[in-house]
Nanobody, 115 residues
Framework: QVQPVESGRGLVQTGGSLRLSCAAS????????MAWYRQAPGEERELVAT???????NYADSVKGRFTISRDNAKNKMYLQMNNLKPEDTAVYFC?????????WGQGTQVTVSS
C-alpha cells in the first residue's frame, strides 16, 4: 500500500489543540522529506509544514509558532501537533512526501475548529 493513513480528526473550539498522525509505508517514508498539507472547502490544497529525513522543519507563515511537525523514522510515522487552533485552520489534512507525489494522496483527516 502506497497511500499513507492519516488519523486524529476532531472538532475543537478556538484555542484548542489536536495531534494528527500519519502512518506511511517504509518505501514512502524512508529517506524522504515528508509534509503535511491541508485543503479547506473551496480552496486549493496548501503546504502546512515539512520535515526532512534528518528532522529539519519548515512551516507556513500561517501556522508558525502554533504547529509542530515531527517524525519517528523507526515507526514510519509523522505527527502534527496543533495548538491554539483557529477557525481558519478548518480543513482536511493530508500527509505526503515533499514535494508531493499524486499517487500517494490518502483520504486525509478532517479538522474542524469552531468559533
Amino acid at each position: 500500500q502506497v497511500q499513507p493513513v492519516e488519523s486524529g480528526r476532531g472538532l475543537v473550539q478556538t484555542g484548542g489543540s489536536l495531534r494528527l498522525s500519519c502512518a506511511a509505508s517504509g518505501s514512502v517514508f524512508s529517506a524522504n522529506a515528508m509534509a503535511w498539507y491541508r485543503q479547506a472547502p473551496g480552496e486549493e490544497r496548501e503546504l502546512v509544514a515539512t520535515i526532512t529525513s534528518g528532522g529539519k522543519t519548515n512551516y507556513a507563515d500561517s501556522v508558525k509558532g502554533r504547529f509542530t511537525i515531527s517524525r519517528d523514522n523507526a515507526k514510519n510515522k509523522m505527527y502534527l501537533q496543533m495548538n491554539n487552533l483557529k477557525p481558519e485552520d478548518t480543513a482536511v489534512y493530508f500527509c505526503n512526501v515533499d514535494p508531493p507525489r499524486p499517487e500517494i494522496w490518502g483520504q486525509g483527516t478532517q479538522v474542524t475548529v469552531s468559533s
